[in-house]
């Protein structure tokens, strides 16, 4: 049986077609349509169509932003706008004329680094993706954790400050809006005056702002994984997206967030991820 991964991210779109011996048969990256719902449905469509020509068995499984509601079947939680309150799932199995598995991006970036990459050798893990936006899935002994409500892992939602900077879900303060990749530009906008991005800014170290843009980020990283700590108590994290790439999260970032843990034993290691930015698509592939 071939498996089939798809990983719907913010700006590309990535497939991967596996063997029964889980190595690469082909792989292939295509820019996301922006704020398109249909089109999304066509690239998908068109991926799989590519990668599975005279393939008889497979699995198809896809990574995408936000979740399924339990209740009603439609996407949520998802910071790609326009799938919110569709029937994803439904769509795009009457499209490919298959069953498919699909699951948060999080969460197959956390069953990938637990199979192929840094987390194997842990029980309980906690993937974090720090990108366009911030989320995270757990894994359990090797299974993904949902929680009752299939929002489990959403620190990206845990409230920071009240009264604090809107969220596109409608609430105030919350983890996403102080450290996802948009809410670090907007902030040394706000600092510096200067438009640039993540690339640009962590360069510009002669700048009199960067010290204080850089010890809120710290501070607001710290509280942020310091609450899930708390919580969960994860045997370790695990960094993904865009933003894992920065060295002073595993010096500087995690010692911010060791002098916030409830605890007296303070060593849950913090580490960078082994697949980079194609642990969703493995990820997906292994649903």
């Known amino acids: ?22 190595q690469i048969v082909q792989r292939k990256r295509v820019p996301t349509p922006q704020n398109d719902y249909q ?19 497979y699995s198809i499984g896809i990574c995408t932003p936000g979740a399924i509601s339990k209740k009603t079947g439609l996407i949520k939680n998802s910071n790609t706008q326009c799938l919110i309150g569709k029937p994803f799932i439904e769509d795009l199995e009457n499209r490919l004329d298959t069953k498919i598995s699909m699951e948060n991006d999080a969460n197959c970036f956390a069953v990938a680094e637990t199979t192929f990459g840094a987390t194997r050798e842990f029980g309980v893990v906690f993937g974090v993706i720090m ?17 009752r409500t299939n929002i489990a892992g959403e620190w990206g939602h845990h409230t920071l400050y009240q009264n604090g900077n809107n969220c596109y879900c409608g609430k105030k303060g919350c983890v996403e809006t102080y450290i996802s990749g948009p809410a670090l530009e907007k902030r040394w906008q706000e600092l510096t005056g200067k438009s640039q991005n993540m690339h640009e800014i962590l360069k510009d ?21 310091a609450n899930v700590i708390d919580i969960l108590d994860p045997d370790v994290i695990v960094l993904g997206g865009g933003l894992s790439n920065i060295d002073f999260l595993y010096t500087e970032g995690k010692d911010s967030v060791y002098h916030k843990v409830f605890s007296d034993i303070i060593d849950t290691p913090i580490l960078r991820n082994k697949l980079g930015d194609s642990a969703g698509v493995f990820g997906a592939a292994l649903l």
């Open 1 to 22: 049986m071939y498996r089939l991964g798809i990983d719907l991210g913010g700006t590309k779109t990535e497939a991967i077609l596996l063997d029964e011996n889980l």
């Open 39 to 57: 089109q999304i449905i066509d690239t998908i469509n068109s991926l799989a169509t590519d990668l599975l020509e005279s393939i008889e068995e």
């Open 131 to 147: 990108g366009t936006g911030v989320g995270g899935g757990i894994v359990i002994n090797g299974k993904i954790h949902h929680g």
């Open 205 to 225: 170290t002669a700048n009199l702002k960067t010290k204080q843009w850089k010890d809120e980020f710290l501070n607001n990283f710290g509280f942020g994984l």
